[in-house]
């Protein structure tokens, strides 16, 4: 009798996985797609930025680093030598809601293109990866529209120039 339940109830098992697989998670009803981000901040959303820059350079926007801003609210830097898409740095400080929806506004104000795949890193410029829901994407910006990002980063971390 009990191998007759347990092959009855397998299928609904599998059935309940699959559901929730194809449904997905996204946060406060907004999902991210390959071109868009959405307008207000996710409550999972995840940044993190590779600075491809100089170690001497004066302005904090262009030296190398890494910033990461986890779900739960900390900030995350590394700067200098070192510092590259592989670099999970300290936690630095906690940031309030307040400072969360600054950085998204600004990051949602970037007019990042097409995600990048696999592509080679840049010798020069930012890699900005944005995670919400189950959505994962990173962009590859060339010029210094990400400056800004970089700086209120910097900022917040306590980095001076």
């Given at each position: 009798?009990?191998?007759?339940?347990r092959?009855?109830?397998?299928?609904?098992?599998?059935?309940?996985?699959?559901?929730?697989?194809?449904?997905?998670?996204?946060?406060?009803?907004?999902?991210?797609?390959?071109?868009?981000?959405?307008?207000?901040?996710?409550?999972?959303f995840?940044?993190?930025?590779?600075?491809?820059?100089?170690?001497?350079?004066?302005d904090?926007?262009?030296?190398?680093?890494?910033?990461?801003v986890?779900?739960?609210?900390?900030?995350?830097?590394?700067?200098?030598?070192?510092?590259d898409?592989?670099?999970?740095p300290?936690?630095?400080?906690?940031?309030?809601?307040?400072?969360?929806?600054?950085?998204?506004?600004?990051?949602?104000?970037?007019?990042?293109?097409?995600?990048?795949?696999?592509?080679?890193?840049?010798?020069?410029?930012?890699?900005?990866?944005?995670?919400s829901?189950?959505?994962?994407?990173?962009?590859?910006?060339?010029?210094?529209?990400?400056?800004?990002?970089?700086g209120?980063?910097?900022?917040?971390?306590?980095?001076?120039?």
């Amino acid at each position: 009798m009990m191998n007759y339940t347990r092959s009855r109830l397998f299928p609904l098992f599998m059935l309940a996985v699959v559901a929730f697989w194809l449904g997905g998670c996204t946060s406060a009803g907004q999902q991210m797609t390959d071109q868009t981000l959405p307008e207000r901040r996710p409550a999972d959303f995840t940044l993190g930025v590779v600075v491809f820059g100089d170690e001497a350079a004066g302005d904090v926007s262009s030296l190398s680093a890494r910033y990461i801003v986890d779900a739960a609210g900390n900030l995350r830097a590394s700067v200098g030598a070192g510092s590259d898409a592989g670099t999970y740095p300290k936690i630095t400080r906690r940031l309030s809601s307040e400072q969360l929806d600054q950085i998204w506004s600004m990051v949602e104000g970037l007019e990042l293109g097409d995600p990048i795949a696999g592509e080679a890193m840049p010798e020069d410029g930012y890699l900005i990866e944005i995670r919400s829901g189950q959505r994962s994407r990173a962009w590859v910006v060339e010029d210094d529209s990400a400056g800004a990002v970089v700086g209120l980063l910097a900022e917040l971390a306590w980095i001076r120039e």
